[in-house]
């Protein structure tokens, strides 16, 4: 089975930067995905990492190492809005339909 | 920028009645997926659909589930007897028919289920 973890909640300075960690074991690994989830609504698509290294998508970016099983998302220059959940998601490759398997999601506040 | 929809937001049943959630998927994705959300819990893969039939489902998807593509827009996800476990906000996804996992998923704005 796959074992995706990440903290629980984090807290940051609107402004600063925040780092989330991500680790996962899974077999048949076909790519990771970040999704930001503010409450009550659905998952928003953040980013996306199949090969080692660096994605950077304007002030969020995404790192994969696959040897490692890990991954973080980095969130630079903090907005208020930047409040919400943010979930690691595992492509499983099983049956060829790809469906993702979450992590419990890391809950950001961020403050003044 | 297309999306996908989802119909009702709100559900109330009773206990052992059944419930149909509607999704309309991104209009030239070939993927569609149920996933569920209890409050305060992860998100869980319920089942796969591709060309017309179920292609993966996980543990959750038991008999009391089904699915359903009954026109060329509408993919719907039937629970026959509902119990207090249902309970939960139900996302539908799509994704295009890219191969490998590089296609994402889109989510709908979830169907949010209250069995009494």
């Known amino acids: 089975g796959q074992n995706i973890d990440q903290p629980t909640e984090m807290t940051a300075t609107e402004g600063a930067i925040v780092q989330i960690n991500c680790t996962y074991q899974?077999?048949?690994?076909?790519?990771l995905f970040w999704y930001q989830q503010h409450a009550g609504e659905a998952p928003t698509f953040l980013s996306y990492?199949?090969?080692?290294g660096l994605e950077e998508k304007g002030r969020f970016s995404s790192f994969l190492s696959r040897s490692k099983g890990y991954s973080y998302l980095l969130l630079k220059e903090l907005q208020m809005k930047d409040s919400a959940s943010y979930l690691c998601?595992?492509?499983?490759?099983?049956?060829?339909?790809?469906?993702?398997?979450f992590g419990k999601g890391t809950k950001l506040s961020v403050i003044p | 920028e297309p999306e996908v929809t989802q119909t009702p937001s709100h559900q109330v049943t009773q206990m052992g009645q059944e419930v149909i959630l509607r999704c309309v998927p991104i209009?030239?994705?070939?993927?569609f997926y149920w996933y569920r959300q209890i409050l305060g819990q992860k998100v869980e893969f319920l089942v796969s659909?591709?060309?017309?039939?179920?292609?993966?489902k996980s543990e959750i998807f038991d008999d009391q589930f089904s699915v359903e593509r009954p026109d060329g827009s509408n993919f719907t996800l039937k629970i026959r007897s509902t119990k207090l476990e249902d309970s939960a906000m139900y996302f539908c996804?799509?994704?295009?028919?890219?191969?490998?996992?590089?296609?994402?998923?889109?989510f709908g704005p979830g169907t949010r289920l209250l069995v009494l």
């Open positions: 996804a799509s994704r295009g028919s890219g191969t490998g996992g590089r296609e994402t998923q889109y």
């Open positions: 899974t077999s048949g690994f076909n790519g």
């Open positions: 990492n199949v090969l080692d």
């Open positions: 998601a595992v492509s499983y490759s099983g049956a060829g339909s790809y469906q993702l398997t």
């Open positions: 209009s030239n994705h070939l993927y």
């Open positions: 659909f591709y060309n017309n039939e179920i292609s993966e």
